[in-house]
C-alpha cells in the first residue's frame, strides 16, 4: 500500500502539471492550437489537435481513485475522436495496469512505445553546485522568455508552444526559475507544489550555453524552496536512455539524491478512421 500511495503522488502531481500548462493558456491560443481537456477517472485527458510535437496530447493519473478499465480507456479514446486529435499518449503507472492490459489496448488500437523513469526523493536541502550562472525565480513580465528558453531548449516550435506555456509563470502553486548568464536568460525550469509533492515539471537550457551547471543549480533551488514550503516529496520523469546511452537529466537528478521508483510505458493512441 505504500508503494501505491506514493505511486498515485507522483503521478497526480505530474498530472497537475500538465493540466497547469495547457488549461491557463489564452482564449485564442486554445481556440487556434485546439486545446481540450478532461478530468475522468481520477486522471486528466488533454488534447492539442495541430500539435507539430506529438507530444502535448496526453492522458494521466489513472488507477488511483477508480481502477483502470475497458470503458475508462474508451472514453479517453473517444475524447481523442471527438477533438480531432490524430495522435496521443496513455500514461499509466506499471501498479494499475489491470488483468487483461492486452486486450483492452488491441481493442482500443494502442501500441507500445517509449519508456519513461518516474523518479522522487524525501525532501530535503539540496547543495547548490559551482556555477557562475545567476540563478533565480522569473517574474510575470518575463514569462514570455522564460518560455521561449524551454522551448528552445527542448526543440520545440516556439510559435506553439510558448503562448501555451508562459501561463503558468505567475499561477498559484507554480514558480519559474530562469538561470542566467550576464543579462541572457540561458535556461529555464518550473515547480510546482500540489499538497505534500513537489513536482519538477520541466527544465532546459539553450544548446549552446549546456555544460555550465545550470540544471544542477535549478534542481538545487527548486529542492530548497520545496524544503522551505514543509513539502514530503519531490517528483520528476525523464526519458529511460536506449542501451549504451547516456541521459543528462537523468544523470544531473540522481546526482542531486532522486532515486528511480519504477519504469513506465507510454502507451500510443492514433486516430485511424
Known sequence: MALDRIAA???????????????????????????????????????????????????????????VTTAMVASITDFYREHGCKQATLQFAPAVLPAGWDEICAKE????????????????????????????????????????????????????????MRGVVDMP???????????????????????????FPGAATLPEHRGKGAQSALLAARARQAAAEGVKWLSAETGKPAEGQQNSSLNNMIRTGFEIRYERKNWTWRQTT
Do not use: C
Not at 503522488?9 to 498530472?15: D, F, I, V
Not at 531548449?153 to 501555451?164: K, S
Open 173 to 199: 502553486g507554480w514558480t519559474a526559475y530562469g538561470a542566467w548568464e550576464g543579462g541572457q536568460l540561458v535556461a529555464a525550469a518550473a515547480l510546482l507544489i500540489t499538497g505534500e509533492v513537489a513536482e
Open 9 to 67: 503522488l507522483l503521478e497526480l502531481s505530474e498530472a497537475e502539471a500538465l493540466w497547469g500548462y495547457q488549461t491557463n493558456a489564452p482564449a485564442d491560443v486554445a481556440e487556434r492550437l485546439g486545446l481540450a481537456s478532461l478530468r475522468i477517472g481520477g486522471g486528466v485527458v488533454l488534447s492539442v489537435r495541430d500539435d507539430a510535437t506529438d507530444y502535448w496530447s496526453k492522458a494521466l493519473g489513472f488507477g488511483f481513485s477508480e481502477p
Open 109 to 164: 488500437g494502442l501500441t507500445e512505445g517509449t519508456t519513461w523513469l518516474k523518479l522522487a526523493r524525501l525532501a530535503g536541502l539540496v547543495e547548490s553546485p559551482e556555477t557562475e550562472l545567476r540563478v533565480a525565480k522569473v517574474e510575470a513580465a518575463d514569462a514570455d522568455e522564460w518560455a521561449t528558453v524551454m522551448t528552445r531548449g527542448f526543440g520545440m516550435p516556439e510559435h506553439q508552444v510558448v503562448p501555451m
